[in-house]
């Protein structure tokens, strides 16, 4: 290996998350995200603190830890983790994408979302960029209430009541099986997930 690289580490035989190494403080850092980040900020981030298929990452530059995050050099560095659901002992490594080979592949739909797929030092990392089932849980709502009507109401209901009822639960149920078949036909394309 190069000298002047890094590499994560996993220190603990029952989590996934990864370690990195601090020269100066002579201390490993848990991890609970990696950001890769560019002169504008981040680039990408991994929400935890492994890769898929437990892969392990080496990079050029040291780490040094910081206090707060910072851009204006690219250099690689930790901060301790602002996250209100983690331990204390938890950091966010920060990795400036100059010191990796870090590529965008594409969009990739996979179940019920669409992820940009980025590459760093060939791992592969999804960011969920939309989830495609929002309509189709507002549309399922809309038809539980419809459903919930019938049960709530004392019965016998009267006949207008009783059509009207059934007559969203058939236009509602229509809906949902052309929302899953919108779902199931889509493949993204980069023009739908411009950002502005």
């Not at 002992?89 to 080979?101: A, G, H, Q």
Request: glycine share 2%; proline share 1%; net charge negative.
């Amino acid at each position: 290996m190069e000298k002047d690289m890094t590499t994560l580490e996993r220190h603990n035989s029952f989590l996934r998350t990864l370690s990195v190494w601090v020269e100066k403080s002579k201390t490993y850092y848990s991890l609970c995200a990696i950001h890769f980040y560019n002169e504008k900020g981040d680039a990408i981030v991994q929400d935890y603190g492994y890769f898929d298929n437990d892969e392990i990452l080496s990079f050029k530059g040291n780490v040094v830890r910081k206090i707060k995050v910072d851009f204006s050099k690219k250099e690689n560095f930790v901060i301790k983790s602002k996250k209100s659901y983690n331990f204390d002992n938890d950091y966010e490594l920060y990795i400036c994408i100059d010191n990796v080979d870090f590529k965008y592949v594409g969009l990739k739909k996979e179940f019920d979302c669409v992820f940009r797929i980025y590459t760093v030092n060939g791992i592969e990392i999804k960011q969920n960029i939309k989830f495609l089932k929002d309509k189709f849980w507002e549309i399922s709502s809309l038809l539980e209430k419809e459903k919930n009507k019938i049960e709530n109401y004392k019965l016998p209901l009267e006949q207008k009541e009783i059509e009207e009822i059934c007559s969203n639960i058939v236009k509602y149920n229509q809906m949902l099986i052309e929302e899953n078949k919108k779902m199931k036909e889509y493949v993204p394309k980069e023009e739908d997930f411009i950002e502005e």
